[in-house]
């Protein structure tokens, strides 16, 4: 009799036991949607930004809990969620854009044993307060973001006004320029002159509403100084102006600091007895530095090209040929072959001085800049080997 009070009294203590660490339930949230006014001038991008920034605003779930259900609820883009008992319980809000409605879609799981994936709201389950907490988060939601659309939209409204008037404000800026170097001719300086102001914000006007920006800050800045012109292309020191529009300068002075000029020529000619060498070199716009280089034997016997090197100021390319299958490059009697770059071509080679490097620094208008090449070539029947040198130097005066 004594053993059986004991097993009885066992079964009845698992029992609660089983009760206790296997949950009652979560609840079930409300049903949940709410209308909001549509503003005109509101884009569905901007309301999805400020509806996830009202959902950012409203604090955390904590639950009333120690141990590994402790850990407080987690906002991952548009969905909140919580870690409970036996569940992952999650939310996800959106704005409707149709119909200017946020909804709530339920997207918990059960996570335990057999059922995962299966109902999170099952009797093993518990959310320790977590729908209690939801069905208040989702109405101090619809109160934030409706009243963020509401400031928004008169923000948005105060920016496009702001930006106008700046627009108009930028028209009375005077552009000076002081070229510090005293490098540059007046006609180049001249053409900088005819450098456009423009202003922006540093963001949109969603941005910066949401940065608790004000609306009617702006940034002067230049927008054609950095291009090259002509042969030159000039560094100036940043002097943007940033200030609301009602306190813009009447004047802006850039100091240009460095000056950098391409001493390329438009074209390169030399031979000697056998052969005549063109180089062809593109303007400063263009992809590449080089166009062509045109190598003709003035001869009645077969010659072959082993190396082309290439000379820039003090840059020496021992060879800048890129042939397919690196086979030489054979030329027939009386005859020429053109290389160019780009895959496309049979007799390939590589753009030099590469469109980084064919800017250089001026130090001074007088200075001069090597410039020129070496081939290398065989006559095939002599079994002569030959070299035609030829570098010359260039100044800015060479360039009208």
Not at 51 to 79: E, V
Not at 179 to 204: G, H, R, V, Y
Not at 382 to 397: A, E, H, M, R
């Amino acid at each position: 009799m004594k053993k059986l009070s004991s097993i009885l009294t066992a079964g009845v203590m698992g029992a609660i036991m089983a009760i206790s660490f296997t949950g009652c339930g979560a609840n079930i949230p409300q049903p949940y949607s709410a209308k909001v006014q549509n503003y005109s001038n509101i884009t569905n991008s901007e309301k999805n930004k400020l509806l996830l920034n009202s959902m950012k605003s409203i604090k955390k779930f904590y639950p009333d809990k120690r141990g590994r259900y402790s850990s407080p609820s987690k906002l991952r883009g548009d969905t909140i969620s919580y870690y409970g008992l036996n569940a992952t319980f999650a939310h996800k809000f959106t704005i409707n854009n149709n119909s200017n409605e946020i909804t709530r879609t339920d997207v918990s799981r059960e996570t335990h044993g057999n059922g995962k994936g299966a109902d999170a709201y099952g009797a093993l389950t518990d959310d320790f307060g977590f729908t209690d907490y939801i069905n208040t988060y989702q109405v101090d939601l619809s109160n934030k973001f409706s009243n963020s659309l509401e400031r928004y939209s008169q923000f948005k409204i105060s920016y496009n006004k702001h930006k106008k008037n700046a627009n108009i404000k930028k028209e009375e800026i005077r552009i000076n320029f002081n070229d510090l170097t005293s490098i540059l001719p007046k006609s180049i300086l001249d053409e900088i002159s005819k450098s456009k102001i423009t202003i922006s914000n540093s963001s949109s006007a969603i941005n910066l509403f949401l940065n608790g920006k004000q609306a009617n800050v702006f940034t002067i800045t230049s927008n054609a100084i950095k291009n090259a012109i002509d042969r030159y292309k000039v560094n100036y020191k940043e002097n943007s102006y940033s200030d609301s529009y009602d306190k813009f300068p009447s004047n802006i002075t850039y100091e240009i600091d460095k000056v950098y000029f391409n001493y390329l020529p438009i074209k390169f000619i030399t031979s000697d007895d056998n052969i005549d060498i063109e180089v062809k070199n593109n303007p400063l716009g263009s992809y590449d530095s080089i166009e062509y280089i045109k190598v003709y034997n003035k001869t009645k016997e077969f010659i072959e090209i082993d190396t082309i090197a290439g000379y820039y100021s003090e840059n020496v390319t021992d060879n800048i040929i890129n042939i397919k299958d690196m086979k030489r490059v054979k030329i027939s009697p009386m005859s020429y072959k053109i290389f160019k770059t780009g895959y496309s071509y049979e007799y390939r080679i590589n753009d030099y001085p590469s469109r980084l490097n064919r800017l250089l620094l001026v130090n001074d208008r007088n200075q001069k800049v090597n410039y020129g090449f070496s081939i290398g070539y065989k006559m095939i029947n002599q079994n002569i080997i030959k070299n035609l040198y030829k570098v010359n130097q260039y100044s800015i005066k060479d360039f009208k």
